[in-house]
């Protein structure tokens, strides 16, 4: 018997706001590393008073991280909104409803920085603290995943960034040892 699939879900896929993709462990480790960078420019942007830049950053430390657990599921995103439907549909069991929400404000403050060059400390410390709860959460969802039939074939050999820790296991080398 085939599984009924969710109607918002079958929606995003007709009307192309997400795909089903193949999906392999070094995507999902790209992004965490990409949320990773962009959560500590954000922080090093708002050091430095520069709060507009600390606001996008900090946007798209969330959307990288939000893309990892969506390709995780086996999905790419067309669009913003469509990453930001597709993880309500998908993931609203494992991110919680106040997350999601603050996805959805990170993105709005985003834009409002990007096309209407409003802005503000308090956003962009709102911005970053979203972007750093998604990133956690997003490693811990991640972190038990198997990949191995997303991408059939799939050998990882390439060398690893500090997200990778969460997806294979690994303990973080520090230089001393």
């Not at 009924?4 to 192309?16: G, H, M």
């Not at 462990?25 to 520069?50: C, F, I, T, Y």
């Not at 913003?80 to 919680?96: D, N, T, V, W, Y």
């Amino acid at each position: 018997m085939a599984t009924r699939l969710n109607p918002v879900l079958a929606k995003l896929l007709k009307d192309r706001r997400i795909s089903h993709s193949r999906i392999s462990k070094r995507m999902v480790q790209k992004e965490l590393s990409a949320a990773e960078s962009d959560l500590k420019e954000a922080r090093d942007s708002l050091k430095r008073g520069r709060t507009k830049w600390a606001t996008i950053q900090g946007y798209y430390s969330t959307f990288h991280s939000g893309r990892a657990v969506l390709y995780s599921k086996g999905y790419r995103e067309k669009s913003h909104r469509g990453l930001q439907s597709a993880l309500r549909e998908l993931s609203r069991k494992e991110l919680s409803e106040e997350l999601l929400d603050g996805f959805d404000d990170a993105m709005g403050m985003r834009e409002a920085a990007d096309y209407g060059n409003v802005f503000s400390e308090e956003g962009a410390e709102a911005t970053i603290a979203t972007a750093s709860e998604f990133l956690e959460q997003a490693k811990t969802i991640l972190k038990d995943k198997k990949f191995d039939g997303l991408y059939p074939g799939f050998k990882y050999n390439e060398e690893k960034h500090e997200a990778s820790r969460y997806l294979f296991g690994e303990a973080k080398k520090t230089k001393n040892h």
